[in-house]
C-alpha cells in the first residue's frame, strides 16, 4: 500500500479579482511560471448520485486537493504545441487541423476538444501557443484528471484569447468536448464540480434544470481516497453501454406508464408496477437510478440536519445498489467498500465515479487515521496480492486561472 500524501499544486486563495495564488505566493508549479497563462483545477469525488447525472437527477461531489495545472505561451506562428510532465507524447499540430486523437497521442484530445468546441463558441484564437501540463492528480484512478485537464485549459484559452463565458458555460463546453472529442457520453457531473468546487464545500447538480450550488462540507469529517488498479480495459464501452441501457429503460417506461422525460420522474411504486413488464437487466438500471437520486436528495437534506450517521448508511445503500443493480463495482472496490464498513470511524463509503474499476471514497469522522487506513491497505493486499493506494483528501478550490 502506498500512502499519497503532500500534493505540490494546493491550498490556493482568492484574492478580489477571483484569481488565486498558492500558499507560498506563487504559481502552482515553478516551471510554468514563464508561461503567458497559468491555470488549474482539481480532480472530484462524486459523494454521491451514481449514473444520475445523465438521467436527470441529482448528484453530490466534491474537488478534491490534486489539481491539474496548464501553463499556456501564444506562439507568433499557427503551431499548437502539447507537452506533459507526465510520460506521454508530446503533440505537435496546426490550428488548422484541430482534431481528435487517438493511441499515445490519446491524451492531447481533451486538450484539443476544449479548443475547438470554444472556437465553434466564437473564441478567437488567431494564434497557436504551446501548452504544458502538470499533475499531482492521478491518471485514470476514477478522479476527473480528464475534467481537471478540460477546464484549466477552457480557462487558460480564455484568458489568453479573451473569451468571455461564464462558469456554466465552460463546464458545459468542457463536457461536449468530451462527448464529441473524446468520445465518452458523460453527464456534467465531473466537469461541474471541478468548475464549481470550493473548499469545505459539496456540490449540489441537478442535472435536469443546471442548477449548481454548493452545501456545506463537514468539518467534523474527512474524506478518503482508495485507489485500486483495476481499471477495467473497457470501463468506456461499459459506461457507454450503462448510459445505452438507462436510456431503454426510459424509453420503456415512457411507453408503459408516460410521460416520461427522465429516468427520475418515474417513483420507485410505479416502476414496481410495470416490473414484469420490463426486462430484468433494464428494471435493475432503472431501480438503481430511481433510487439513488432519492438517496442524493435525502442525504442533502440529512446533511442540513447534521444526521452524518444516516448520510454514511446513505453512501453504504449507494454502493450496493451500484454493485447489484446497477453491476458497475468489482470485487475489488466491494472488498474495500466492505472492510471500511467494519472499520471504526467511517461513517460511509462507496465506488466513486464510472466503476468498473477505479476507486472507492470513505467519508470518516476526523478520528479516523493512517492506522485505519492501513489495515484496509495490509487486508487488501492479503486478499488481492496488490498496493492499494491511499489519498487523504479534503473539498479544495475549484478551477482558477493564476496571477
Ligand atoms: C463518470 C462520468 C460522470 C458520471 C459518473 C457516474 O464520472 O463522467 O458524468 O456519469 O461517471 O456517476
Known amino acids: 500500500m502506498s500512502f499519497a500524501s503532500d500534493p505540490r499544486i494546493d491550498d490556493e486563495r482568492r484574492d478580489s479579482s477571483g484569481r488565486s495564488r498558492t500558499e507560498d505566493g506563487t504559481r502552482p508549479s515553478p516551471h510554468l511560471d514563464a508561461a ?24 453530490l461531489g466534491a474537488t478534491i486537493d490534486r489539481r491539474v495545472a496548464v501553463g499556456l505561451t501564444r506562439r507568433d506562428d499557427e503551431w499548437i504545441t502539447l507537452e506533459s510532465a507526465d510520460d506521454v507524447s508530446s503533440l505537435r499540430v496546426s490550428l488548422g ?32 501557443f504551446d501548452l504544458r501540463v502538470e499533475s499531482t492528480l492521478p491518471v485514470g484512478a476514477g478522479l476527473s484528471s480528464s475534467a481537471a485537464l478540460e477546464l484549466a485549459t477552457a480557462l487558460a484559452l480564455t484568458e489568453a484569447f479573451d473569451g468571455a463565458f461564464d462558469r456554466k458555460t465552460l463546464a458545459r463546453l468542457a463536457q461536449r468536448a468530451e462527448n464529441e472529442y473524446v468520445g465518452v457520453p458523460c453527464g456534467l457531473l465531473d ?88 426486462e430484468p437487466p433494464l428494471y435493475r438500471r432503472a431501480r438503481h437510478v430511481i433510487t439513488e437520486h432519492r438517496r442524493v436528495r435525502r442525504a442533502v437534506h440529512l446533511l442540513e440536519q447534521e444526521s452524518h450517521e444516516e448520510v454514511g448508511e446513505l453512501l453504504f445503500a449507494s454502493h450496493a445498489s451500484s454493485r447489484e443493480d446497477y453491476e458497475n463495482s468489482t470485487p475489488e ?39 485505519q487506513a492501513r489495515a484496509v491497505g495490509e487486508a487488501y493486499a492479503d486478499r488481492f496480492g496488490q498496493e492499494l493506494d491511499v489519498l487523504p483528501c479534503h473539498p479544495a478550490p475549484g478551477a482558477t486561472v493564476h496571477a
Request: glycine share 10%; aromatic share 8%.
Open 36 to 59: 503567458d497563462v497559468c491555470a488549474s483545477a482539481p480532480g472530484r469525488v462524486e459523494f454521491i448520485g451514481n449514473h444520475t447525472d445523465y438521467n436527470g437527477g441529482w448528484v
Open 97 to 128: 487541423e484541430v482534431t481528435a486523437r487517438s493511441g499515445e497521442e490519446g491524451w492531447g484530445s481533451y486538450v484539443l476538444g476544449v479548443l475547438a468546441v470554444l472556437r465553434n463558441e466564437g473564441l478567437a484564437v488567431d494564434h497557436g
Open 191 to 278: 466537469q461541474a464540480v471541478v468548475a464549481f468546487g470550493a473548499a469545505d464545500r459539496l456540490v449540489r447538480i441537478d442535472a435536469r434544470t443546471e442548477e449548481i450550488t454548493t452545501v456545506p462540507f463537514p468539518a467534523s469529517t474527512s474524506l478518503w481516497i482508495f485507489r485500486t488498479h483495476e481499471a477495467h480495459a473497457l470501463a468506456d464501452a461499459h459506461y457507454q453501454e450503462r448510459h445505452d441501457e438507462a436510456h431503454a429503460a426510459r424509453d420503456r417506461l415512457d411507453e408503459l406508464i408516460g410521460p416520461v422525460e427522465h429516468l427520475v420522474d418515474v417513483s420507485p411504486s410505479q416502476l414496481e408496477s410495470v416490473k414484469d413488464r420490463l
Open 333 to 371: 472496490l466491494d472488498f474495500v467498500v466492505d472492510r471500511l464498513e467494519e472499520t471504526d470511524h467511517v461513517l460511509g463509503a462507496r465506488l466513486t465515479g464510472a466503476g468498473f474499476g477505479g476507486a472507492a471514497m470513505a467519508w470518516t469522522r476526523t478520528s479516523f487515521g493512517e492506522e
